[in-house]
């Protein structure tokens, strides 16, 4: 009941395009939902996060759309660039502690 | 306004040795919380200290633990260190209350021989 559950593992993208991540999660105690975009041999840096009492928050080219219901929620990349090729990891987090459930990761290529 | 900081950033430890790795949380911020990552596992939560106590644990075996001091840095040591241990340990800060955004630092690369 812990488990964010994160797709696709891999992801290829053109430049321009729009890359999709998807999560899943089961525990309706999550009240927290932050993406992280992490480089080789860095930590991972907050991107954008969203409450469950909104459905969809943009910040530049990133969007996360939130389906309570469903309890899924997905990251879009808008304008796909080489730089934003990185790992991307959904989050989950209740009860107001810093204690973050991770997706398993994507790898997103933008080919140029 | 500085980031979190994690000394080192890398170790090289024998089986059987221990270790202590080091987090300075951003300025203002009592939450810290530890994470392992591996290319297996993921990012997986240690536990997290807020006002010098353990607020929240993960499933880690008792060879790992941690302490926060009272200018909120912390310490996580690993004692009696296997080769599964080798991972990149993450600390992460969050606000006043421990409610707010996690900031992550760099980490600190652990590798067992």
């Known amino acids: 009941q812990q488990q964010v559950k994160q797709s696709p593992q891999s992801l290829i993208v053109q430049k321009g395009g729009i890359s999709i991540i998807n999560c899943a999660y089961e525990?309706?105690?999550?009240?927290?939902f932050p993406w992280y975009q992490q480089f080789p041999g860095k930590g991972p840096a907050l991107l954008i996060a969203?409450?469950?009492?909104?459905s969809e928050k943009k910040e530049g080219r990133f969007t996360i759309s939130f389906n309570k219901s469903a309890k899924q929620f997905s990251l879009h990349i808008m304008d796909s660039q080489p730089g934003d090729s990185a790992t991307y990891f959904c989050?989950?987090?209740?009860?107001?502690?810093?204690?973050?459930?991770f997706g398993a990761g994507t790898r997103l290529a933008v080919h140029p | 306004k500085a980031g979190v900081t994690q000394t080192p950033r890398y170790l090289i430890k024998t089986r059987g040795q221990q270790v202590t790795l080091s987090c300075s949380p951003i300025?203002?911020?009592?939450?810290v919380s530890w994470y392992q990552q591996t290319p297996g596992q993921g990012l997986q939560f240690l536990f997290e200290y807020f006002s010098e106590t353990q607020r929240n644990k993960g499933n880690f075996p008792g060879r790992f633990s941690g302490r926060q001091f009272s200018n909120s840095r912390s310490e996580m040591n690993v004692s009696t260190l296997e080769l599964g241990d080798s991972a990149l340990y993450l600390c992460?800060?969050?606000?006043?209350?421990?409610?707010?955004?996690?900031?992550f630092g760099q980490g600190t690369r652990l590798t067992v021989v």
């Open positions: 969203i409450r469950p009492d909104v």
């Open positions: 992460a800060s969050s606000g006043v209350t421990g409610d707010t955004e996690a900031f």
């Open positions: 989050a989950a987090n209740s009860g107001g502690y810093n204690k973050l459930i």
């Open positions: 300025s203002g911020h009592r939450s």
């Open positions: 525990n309706t105690a999550f009240d927290y």
